[in-house]
């Protein structure tokens, strides 16, 4: 591979697709700390809680030791093989040389031909942090919460990583994100809450708490009736029809083809962060898939106008007064600018600052509301990074207090 800008220039410069390799000369250097640190090891053998030591060595995160485990072990021993680990070492220096390249090799276990990581490679990794991690000490006993956790955190990965809602994370994916800049704070980190990205045990807590209130016979399934009482019934009975189907989640869960679809906890983990912070990038896909009715990529009048029609009426039966469509499109079209004013494309939603106020104008009524009586454009000040992180801290609040109450 050769870089395409430096054509015109005098010298070319190689690409490494998984990174560059390293001097020789250094690789044998670490070859033989690790070796002489096997040594010091009875058998030649190396247990979970002394992996970190050789992981050192070689340049590789804390909790990358499960991922690094289950290469190197030989029948689930829970011990990694000097032998077993040298050979993966030698192996993945000959292909990845970057740290996304190596993560996915080490999580896909050296299947060179998967270059990617699907959500249950995580499993050991996250199971790991839930194990040992100081900040979850005191969940060690409640260990019908830890499968829950788990979850939680792969759904929030693949929400915000896996930018091409493969359901699976290419290195490129990788690279782009800040999973791995997280994953090695975990080891620094010593309060899990910190760490809003992914892990935070709040942000955990409020999502299965709001998940468990809707499934009330707690089969970790929920169906349209269920979805529609989320948040006191803010959302429209048409968005909440569209959610289900199919254009947003993985699997309808349908045994026979006469069953309602059923939404799991996964896809509920992305519809709350997509209802609760709408201005992410998948927060907008998500939305722009659901008001999308013919799936032609544009959002039109005749879309656009089926959802706000629910609005009005709901807006009537409570006696508030509405805007007739035609003065809603006006308004909606100054603010989100499209390029073109017939209909509305995801770039042009994603280059505006109000798109959350846009997806709610059309079919959440309780936060339509709220941006009516707010000025709309006058910036909330606080602490707070992300919309999701504001919900999240002030639903944990709530529920603490319900609970001591
Ligand atoms: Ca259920
Ligand atoms: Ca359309």
């Known amino acids: ?4 800008e430096n054509y015109s220039s005098s010298s070319f410069r190689f690409y490494f697709p998984h990174g560059k390799p390293q001097p020789t000369i250094a690789l044998e250097r670490t070859l033989r700390g690790i070796l002489s640190a096997f040594d010091t090891f009875p058998n030649n053998q190396v ?3 002394e992996l970190p030591r050789i992981l050192k060595i070689c340049g590789l995160p804390f909790y990358w030791r ?12 829970g011990l990694a093989e000097r032998q077993k680990f040298v050979e993966f070492w030698k192996q993945m220096n000959v292909y990845c040389h970057d ?15 998967r270059n990617y990581i699907l959500p249950e490679d995580l499993i050991p990794l996250v ?10 000490a005191f969940l060690k006993e409640a260990t019908e919460f830890h499968s829950r956790y788990v979850h939680t955190v792969i759904a929030r990965i693949f929400y915000s990583v896996n930018r091409s809602w493969s359901g699976k994370i290419s290195i490129a994916e990788l690279k ?7 994953i090695t704070l975990l080891e620094e980190e010593d309060d899990i809450n910190q760490i809003m990205a992914f892990f935070s045990y709040e942000h955990f807590y409020v999502i299965y708490c709001k998940f468990w209130e809707l499934d009330k016979d707690h ?3 929920i169906n349209q009736d269920d979805l529609s009482r989320h948040s006191d019934h803010a959302l429209s009975s048409r968005i909440v029809e569209r959610i289900f189907s199919g254009c947003v989640t993985r699997n309808d869960n349908r045994k026979n083809p006469d069953d309602e679809p059923k939404m799991s906890y996964t896809d509920f983990v992305w519809f709350l962060l997509s209802e609760e912070d709408k201005r992410t990038p998948t927060a907008i896909e998500y939305w722009f898939r659901c008001m999308d009715l013919d799936g032609d990529g544009v959002l039109s009048m005749y879309e ?5 029609e629910e609005q009005q009426q709901r807006m009537e039966s409570i006696g508030i007064e509405s805007l007739p469509f035609e003065d809603c499109l006006c308004q909606m079209l100054d603010m989100i600018k499209p390029q073109n004013r017939d209909a509305i494309t995801l770039g042009d939603l994603k280059r505006c600052k109000m798109t959350h106020v846009f997806f709610d104008t059309f079919f959440n009524l309780e936060k339509y509301l709220d941006h009516e009586q707010r000025d709309p454009f006058a910036t909330q000040r606080d602490e707070y990074v992300s919309d999701w992180d504001r919900f999240a801290a002030q639903e944990y609040e709530l529920l603490i207090t319900e609970e001591n109450d």
């Open 304 to 308: 656009l106008e089926f959802f706000y």
């Open 1 to 4: 591979y050769i870089e395409r």
């Open 47 to 49: 247990t979970k809680d």
């Open 176 to 182: 782009k994100s800040d999973l791995l800049e997280i």
């Open 127 to 136: 199971q790991d942090v839930v194990d040992t991690h100081p900040g979850l």
């Open 219 to 221: 089969d970790l399934l």
């Open 66 to 77: 499960m991922p690094v485990m289950i290469f190197c072990q030989q029948h689930n021993s």
């Open 99 to 113: 740290a996304a390249s190596r993560f996915v090799y080490i999580l896909s276990r050296g299947q060179r031909y």
